[in-house]
């Protein structure tokens, strides 16, 4: 006895399932394509754009580029956090535990200060890691603990800090307030600080 080919027999009921299990799986991967930072950077964007015509787009254009680099620089605030609330945990040398409460008294403070100058500029701010942070930080969560830990974590800041700095660079130069110059200024100021201090702890343990 032959099997039915025609859509109401087995074989076609394979192909449509296989067509509706393509189709939902173009779906999920679609929704994978964006983290909260990109979810985060359309809403601000619809926002700014949604704004009176009698701001040029060049103002709209310049508004959302600064939008997103404070988003980016959010991002990376808790990409240094995740890393150090792990570090203060494992790390071996007393010094790098004690350097790890360090950034995130300040991680906290800076992240009120954005926070605060996001609500001024009415912009929203991730509230996750990004992939490349939560990439980050299974690295770190991987390494084998002692000296080789302590060193991947300040590895690791130290990236993060390095980008960072150049983020806060770009606001102080491009702001478009004086605030966020301001807080752009002030960031730089500080990752400079801590980009010596991960120097100075690296040579420590090497």
Not at 18 to 46: E, G, M, P, R, Y
Not at 93 to 110: C, E, F, H, M, T
């Amino acid at each position: 006895m032959k099997i039915s080919t025609t859509k109401s027999g087995p074989a076609g009921f394979n192909t449509v399932s296989t067509f509706l299990l393509a189709i939902s799986l173009l779906t999920f991967l679609s929704s994978c394509t964006k983290d909260s930072t990109d979810k985060v950077d359309d809403t601000n964007k619809k926002r700014i754009e949604g704004q009176s015509t009698a701001i040029s787009s060049d103002a709209k254009e310049e508004a959302v580029d600064m939008a997103e680099k404070i988003v980016d620089l959010a991002g990376m605030n808790i990409t240094a956090r995740s890393l150090s609330e792990v570090a203060l945990q494992r790390a071996a040398n007393p010094q790098i535990k004690l350097y790890a409460r360090k950034v995130l008294d300040g991680n906290r403070q800076s992240d009120n200060e954005l926070v605060l100058l996001a609500r001024s500029l009415s912009l929203q701010l991730p509230t996750s890691l990004t992939p490349d942070g939560q990439d980050r930080l299974d690295d770190l969560k991987n390494t084998k603990s002692g000296t080789e830990f302590d060193l991947k974590y300040l590895d690791e800041l130290g990236k993060v800090a390095k980008k960072s700095a150049s983020v806060a660079d770009d606001l102080n130069d491009d702001g478009t307030t004086d605030a966020v110059k301001a807080y752009g200024k002030k960031t730089r100021k500080s990752l400079e600080s801590q980009k010596e201090a991960i120097k100075q702890l690296t040579n420590i343990l090497t």
